[in-house]
């Protein structure tokens, strides 16, 4: 009988098409672990994510799942697949679960970053990770200050439950747009500003619609009060710009207890 493993995984998606196996590209999350699992394994190997992560967006605390046969430990799997992984990629580690444990259906929440730059930072390395905000109002000869309190304002209107239809990205979405927002903070220093989100789930490019919109209410083009009729309007345009993809990551999946609902049973 096979066992179900899940992961927790780390990518710099900077040069990746999203987590998505996709028929046109090989340069996807899910495509390179299934890859690298059905060598271990000898088979074809199906890797389920807890989230979709779109194109060029990051992960500390991505959460997989897939079923093999029990030949190896759960270190000699996180050993050998960080070994044959792009080095943007990494299994920070591999547990056994319940064959009940789905790394989606399970979730109860998701927890997200955005980080912009407010200006040129000396730590360079950060550079890839977060949307350089101060080049974007440079180009357009537009100040790159933001009032930390007019956004942190804004986005109490954001947090409970609320239909986001005006934070979705997909216009035609028949399925609900019903969410729930359990928390918004932001923090700032002298170069950076990172807003951090944590729900039930989140629509398609909503996260990124937030932080373009509390963005654009911390620089002065939006009153704070705004929010509250944007969420009433359902309306997409009625929210601000969608957040380049390089300033999200996806930072940690929630489960009920940890997870440890999921754990695999001692015989």
């Known amino acids: 009988m096979k066992t179900n493993y899940k992961i927790i995984v780390c990518y710099d998606g900077t040069r990746y098409n999203g987590?998505?196996?996709?028929?046109?590209?090989e340069e996807t999350i899910q495509g390179k672990l299934e890859n690298v699992i059905g060598r271990m394994t000898g088979e074809i190997t199906e890797v389920t994510g807890a989230g979709r992560t779109d194109a060029g967006v990051h992960a500390l605390g991505q959460t997989a799942n897939f079923f093999a046969e029990p030949d190896r430990t759960a270190e000699e799997i996180r050993e050998?697949?960080?070994?044959?992984?792009?080095?943007?990629?990494?299994?920070?580690?591999?547990s056994e679960v319940s064959p009940r444990f789905h790394s989606r259906y399970c979730t109860s929440g998701k927890i997200y970053r955005y980080a912009a730059a407010k200006e040129k930072s000396e730590n360079l390395f950060r550079r890839r990770y977060m949307w350089q905000y101060y080049e974007f109002c440079r180009d357009r000869g537009?100040?790159?200050?933001?009032?930390?309190?007019a956004m942190r304002s804004a986005s109490e209107c954001l947090i409970g439950t609320h239909d986001f239809r005006s934070f979705c990205g997909d216009r035609h979405r028949k399925k609900p747009t019903v969410r729930t927002v359990r928390r918004i903070d932001i923090e700032e220093d002298e170069s950076t500003v990172v807003m951090t989100f944590e729900g039930d789930g989140f629509l398609p490019y909503m996260v990124r619609i937030m932080a373009g919109t509390l963005i654009e209410t911390g620089s002065?083009?939006?009153?704070?009060?705004?929010?509250?009729?944007?969420?009433?309007g359902k309306d997409r345009s009625l929210a601000g710009m969608t957040a380049p993809a390089c300033g999200l990551t996806l930072a940690e999946v929630l489960y009920e207890n940890d997870g440890s609902v999921f754990l695999k049973e001692p015989l």
Request: aromatic share 6%; proline share 5%; glycine share 6%.
């Open 220 to 232: 002065g083009m939006r009153d704070p009060g705004d929010l509250k009729k944007i969420l009433e």
């Open 142 to 149: 537009r100040s790159a200050k933001l009032s930390v309190s």
């Open 19 to 25: 987590w998505q196996k996709q028929g046109n590209t």
């Open 80 to 94: 050998y697949l960080n070994e044959y992984l792009p080095e943007d990629i990494a299994v920070r580690s591999v």
